[in-house]
């Protein structure tokens, strides 16, 4: 009896979300106060993908291990607690993975480029208000593009695609695409913006090459 009580004390749960410190019995203060800015995150983020909010609530388990990961298929983000600024944004990042739940992410490089930019340039995007953030006052540093494998050069090249087009309706056409098919990006990226994706990169690279 004992034992299930400790556990039920070591959750903390919101209306959209979950927290499990029984990993990390002295990080309550840390999950609740998490948890009063993502768990109103969530439907903002939901809804601006255009998605149906997961039918169960997404978990977070702080784990000691220094590893953050999501899981689609339980909606579960193994996190590793930073205990610094960065933790509102990291979180949201992982979410944006549970609401892209992809299936041939790491198979190929052009989704997985694609699908970490879209969740920093969320993070930027739902992270930032009410959340100062001295450590990342500029997400996207005057360098030159640092390589696929970047996920701030991603969010950077997400922004530089709303400029041109002047919203964001890609983002959702492609995430929604990207759920089921993992062959026809280019189908949405051409018809937004009349070029390939690599066409775009190519633009994009030349762009902050220019401006270092
Ligand atoms: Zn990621």
């Not at 739902?126 to 996920?151: A, Q």
Request: hydrophobic share 35%; charged share 25%; glycine share 6%.
């Amino acid at each position: 009896m004992k034992s299930s009580r400790v556990s039920h004390e070591l959750l903390i749960k919101g209306r959209h979300c979950i927290f499990d410190y029984s990993a990390q019995s002295d990080a309550r203060d840390r999950a609740q106060n998490l948890l009063v800015y993502f768990d109103e995150k969530v439907p903002l983020l939901f809804s601006y993908l255009q998605l149906e909010l997961p039918q169960i609530p997404i978990s977070i388990y702080f784990t000691k291990d220094k590893m953050t990961f999501s899981s689609y298929e339980n909606m579960k983000i193994t996190y590793s607690v930073k205990n610094s600024i960065n933790d509102l944004g990291c979180l949201i990042h992982e979410a944006v993975h549970l609401a892209q739940g992809y299936k041939s992410y790491f198979s190929n490089a052009d989704i997985k480029f694609l699908a970490e930019g879209m969740a920093d340039y969320c993070r930027i995007k739902f992270s930032n208000d009410r959340w100062d953030n001295p450590d990342e006052r500029n997400p996207f540093p005057y360098r030159g593009f640092c390589g696929y494998g970047c996920s701030k050069c991603g969010a950077e090249f997400f922004v530089f695609l709303e400029e041109i087009v002047g919203n964001s309706d890609f983002i959702v056409h492609l995430n929604k695409l990207l759920k089921t098919d993992n062959t026809k990006y280019n189908d949405i990226v051409n018809g937004f913006f009349h070029k390939d994706l690599h066409e775009l990169i190519g633009e994009f690279i030349e762009y902050k090459d220019k401006r270092t």
